[in-house]
């Protein structure tokens, strides 16, 4: 069984940064392409970005395109997620999912395993 735990979240300012990581365990973390989804109080569950299971490729929502980046340790079993200038708009509960798939995908049907979310506050 696969298990993810998010950490990192936090309240920050806007123009801020913050960091979160997803910590797997359960399988072979090198076998999972890896994403990130948000959602906010009043919205659906949206697509943030992924990375494939080598960190080779990675792929982003427009809306954090240039700020956000995704990286991972595979010795570490730890997918990370920076992200700069953060806005209001950004403010989420951000979840960490894994897929068996190889590559990069953005929508949630296509992960199997999720974790329980950190929250982002980002104050005007």
């Known amino acids: 069984q696969v298990q993810l735990l998010e950490s990192g979240g936090g309240l920050v300012q806007a123009g801020g940064s913050l960091r979160l990581s997803c910590a797997a365990s359960g399988h072979t973390f090198s076998n999972n392409a890896m994403g990130w989804f948000r959602q906010g109080p009043v919205a659906e569950r949206e697509f943030v970005g992924s990375i494939s299971r080598s960190g080779a490729s990675t792929y982003y929502a ?26 209001p708009e950004d403010t989420a509960v ?6 068996s798939g190889v590559g990069v995908a953005a929508t949630a049907k296509e992960y199997e395993y999720w974790g329980q979310g950190t929250q982002v506050t980002v104050s005007s």
């Open 94 to 99: 951000y979840y960490c999912a894994a897929r």
């Open 62 to 87: 427009n809306s954090v395109k240039d700020r956000f980046t995704l990286s991972r340790d595979n010795a570490k079993n730890t997918v990370y997620l920076q992200m700069n200038n953060l806005k």
